[in-house]
C-alpha cells in the first residue's frame, strides 16, 4: 500500500518569507513524487517531479523540493512568497513499479496563505 | 492549460437520476483519469483508461461506470445519482504512465439533492 501525509491543513506565512510545505510518504519500492498547485475553481497544475537523480528538483514558478529518502519526506519550498502564491497544494506519490501504473495517491492538500 | 474540456461545468441533479460527465482531450494522450475531490481527502482516483476500450478502476469505483470509445473521449456515468457523489470531479491525461506528470481539466461542480 502506499500513503502521502500533508500535516498542515494550513501554512500562514508574510510574503517576501521562506515558504515551506510539508510531505510525508509510504511506499515499497522506489517513490515517483509529484506536487500540484491549485488555484479557486481551477484543476491541478504540475509543478514538479521526482523520479530519479539530484535530491534537489526544481520547478515552476520558482519553486523546489527536496526528496529526503530517509525521512520518507518530499517538502516543497520556495526561499521568497508572493501573495499570488496562495492556493491549495497538493503532494502525490506511486511507487516505480508497473503494477503500481495508475495508482497515484494524492495528500488531503495544504492550504497557502500569503499576507502581504 | 492542456487541451482538455469538461462539461458539464456544474450540474445539479436529484437522487436516483443517471449522470453522465464528459472529457474531451486534444492532446492524443494515450492515458486519460477520473477523480473526485472532496475536504480532506485530495484526490481520489475513480476509474481510469490506458487506450480505447481498455478501463480499470481505481480506489473509489463503486458506482460508477466508464467509457472510452475514442481516444479524446472518456465518459463516466453514475448509473443512479446518490448524496455521496456530491463533489468535484476532475479529468486528468498522461503521456505514459511512468513519470509523466498529469494534467487536468478544470472540472466539474455536481450536486445531488
Known amino acids: 500500500a502506499q500513503s502521502v501525509a500533508q500535516p498542515e491543513d494550513q501554512v500562514n506565512v508574510a510574503e517576501g518569507n521562506p515558504l515551506t510545505v510539508k510531505c510525508t510518504y509510504s511506499v515499497s519500492g522506489n517513490p515517483y513524487l509529484f506536487w500540484y498547485v491549485q488555484y479557486p475553481n481551477r484543476g491541478l497544475q504540475f509543478l514538479l517531479k521526482y523520479i530519479t537523480g539530484d535530491n534537489l528538483v526544481k520547478g515552476s514558478y520558482g519553486f523546489e523540493a527536496e526528496f529526503n529518502k530517509s525521512q520518507t519526506s518530499f517538502h516543497l519550498k520556495k526561499p521568497s512568497a508572493l501573495v499570488s502564491d496562495s492556493a491549495l497544494y497538493f503532494c502525490?506519490?506511486?511507487?516505480?513499479?508497473?503494477?503500481?501504473?495508475?495508482?497515484?495517491?494524492f495528500g488531503a492538500g495544504t492550504q497557502v496563505v500569503v499576507t502581504p | 492549460d492542456a487541451g482538455i474540456t469538461q462539461s458539464p461545468r456544474h450540474k445539479v441533479t436529484e437522487t436516483g437520476t443517471p449522470v453522465t460527465l464528459r472529457c474531451h482531450q486534444t492532446?492524443?494522450?494515450?492515458?486519460m483519469y477520473w477523480y473526485r475531490q472532496d475536504p480532506g481527502h485530495g484526490l481520489r482516483l475513480i476509474h481510469y483508461?490506458?487506450?480505447?476500450?481498455?478501463?480499470d478502476k481505481g480506489e473509489v469505483s463503486d458506482g460508477y461506470s466508464v467509457s472510452r470509445s475514442k481516444t479524446e473521449d472518456f465518459l463516466l456515468t453514475l448509473e443512479s445519482a446518490t448524496s455521496s457523489q456530491t463533489s468535484v470531479y476532475f479529468c486528468?491525461?498522461?503521456?505514459?504512465?511512468?513519470?509523466?506528470?498529469?494534467?487536468f481539466g478544470n472540472g466539474t461542480r455536481l450536486t445531488v439533492t
Open positions: 483508461s490506458y487506450g480505447v476500450k481498455d478501463t
Open positions: 486528468a491525461i498522461s503521456e505514459s504512465f511512468g513519470g509523466s506528470p498529469l494534467h
Open positions: 492532446e492524443n494522450h494515450r492515458y
Open positions: 502525490a506519490v506511486r511507487a516505480g513499479t508497473t503494477d503500481s501504473w495508475g495508482k497515484l495517491q
